[in-house]
């Protein structure tokens, strides 16, 4: 029904940066929140940045003025910048589409995961 896509990790030398996207597609009638989640290995997943679709942000404290997240409601795609990597960084990221309704089905609204895109910070 509802597919989400991530792309742009890879392997980035500490203070680097990388920009991760997400595209959203499917029978979508919208979208209210959009996140990204990481779990670094050996670790718990965690929230690092969402957005809403008015394009309020939130910022986990270890991201926070680092890292940006931005979507654009009419491609249902979302982003998020990366500057000064650290190798505390390196995670699987995982996106994520709340409460997306979908055409065609009234009162639609459920979350949608991404498989997730591997981002390495390493020399």
């Known amino acids: 029904q509802v597919q989400l896509v991530e792309s742009g990790g890879g392997l980035v030398q500490p203070g680097g940066s990388l920009r991760l996207s997400c595209a959203a597609s499917g029978r979508i009638f919208s979208i209210n929140a959009m996140a990204w989640y990481r779990q670094a290995p050996g670790k718990e997943r965690e929230l690092a940045a969402t957005i809403t679709r008015g394009g309020n942000t939130n910022y986990a404290d270890s991201v926070k003025g680092r890292f940006t997240i931005s979507r654009d409601n009419a491609k249902n795609t979302v982003s998020l910048q990366m500057n000064s990597l650290t190798p505390a960084d390196t995670a699987v990221y995982y996106c994520?589409?709340?409460?997306?309704?979908?055409?065609?089905?009234?009162?639609?609204?459920?979350?949608?995961w991404g498989k997730g895109t591997l981002v390495t910070v390493s020399s």
């Open positions: 994520k589409a709340e409460s997306v309704a979908t055409i065609g089905v009234p009162y639609s609204g459920r979350d949608y």
